[in-house]
């Protein structure tokens, strides 16, 4: 907690009349930032303010930036420096999402090859992470399959860079930092995961852009 609802209360009895929403993820689906959206636009009309919302900010050269320097960050700590390959990840999704036409995959891919070129990144693939057991499909290729597939080409060392999530929590720290160098040490694998954004100072300047760029005019003045 606090859950939108409750925010979006508890401004209504500060007097704020108008609300604009940012969802810390920065690729937009349905199934996530578009079910957000959807309870706080619910508790906002509940409360009768206005609230505009920012769907998507994947692109923006801010977090661009943000994650190629963190990229560059870890191929310092490899022998092969650039020659590395690089997974990028995100959490997986139902493969149901397809059938909306949802923007996910798309919007994941376009993140990558703009990091990628951002940190002359030569060799890089794409996997989802952190799949739940839900009795039907879910996005792949995994971060697992991938790390095999690395391991196979004759690779000795990777780096993951988690673009879909902005901050250490459980994805990162057990999934990746637990479960995937676990398993990259029975391969011979080095795994080396790119630092978190977390409140770094260039992630938040990209996170205050955002939102300057879609206040209404004056709002600031």
């Known amino acids: 907690p606090p859950f939108i609802a409750e925010a979006v209360a508890q401004a209504a009895g500060d007097g704020v009349r108008?609300?604009?929403?940012?969802?810390?993820?920065?690729h937009y689906s349905r199934m996530s930032v578009g079910a957000y959206r959807a309870a706080a636009e619910e508790a906002a009309a509940r409360h009768g303010l206005t609230l505009s919302c920012i769907e998507s900010w994947h692109l923006h050269p801010g977090l661009i930036s943000a994650l190629a320097s963190?990229?560059?960050?870890?191929?310092?700590?490899?022998?092969?420096?650039?020659?590395?390959?690089?997974?990028?990840?995100?959490?997986s999704l139902p493969v149901r999402i397809l059938e909306w036409n949802d923007p996910y995959p798309e919007q994941l891919q376009q993140t990558c090859v703009q990091v990628a070129a951002a940190a002359k990144v030569r060799a890089w693939r794409f996997a989802?992470?952190?799949?739940s057991a839900t009795g039907e499909p879910w996005l792949g290729p995994d971060l697992l399959d991938v790390a095999r597939a690395i391991h196979r080409?004759?690779?000795?060392?990777c780096i993951v860079c988690p673009i879909g999530f902005v901050a250490d929590h459980l994805e990162v720290l057990y999934d990746i930092d637990v479960e995937a160098k676990e398993l990259a040490a029975t391969l011979g694998l080095r795994l080396i995961r790119t630092c978190s954004l977390n409140d770094d100072l260039d992630f938040i300047s990209a996170v205050a852009d955002v939102i300057r760029a879609h206040l209404p005019q004056g709002a600031l003045a």
């Not at 108008?18 to 920065?26: G, Q, R, T």
């Open 153 to 157: 080409e004759g690779q000795t060392e």
């Open 18 to 26: 108008a609300l604009l929403a940012l969802a810390l993820a920065p």
């Open 128 to 131: 989802y992470q952190s799949a």
């Open 70 to 91: 963190r990229v560059r960050e870890a191929q310092r700590q490899c022998a092969g420096d650039t020659d590395v390959p690089v997974i990028f990840t995100a959490h």
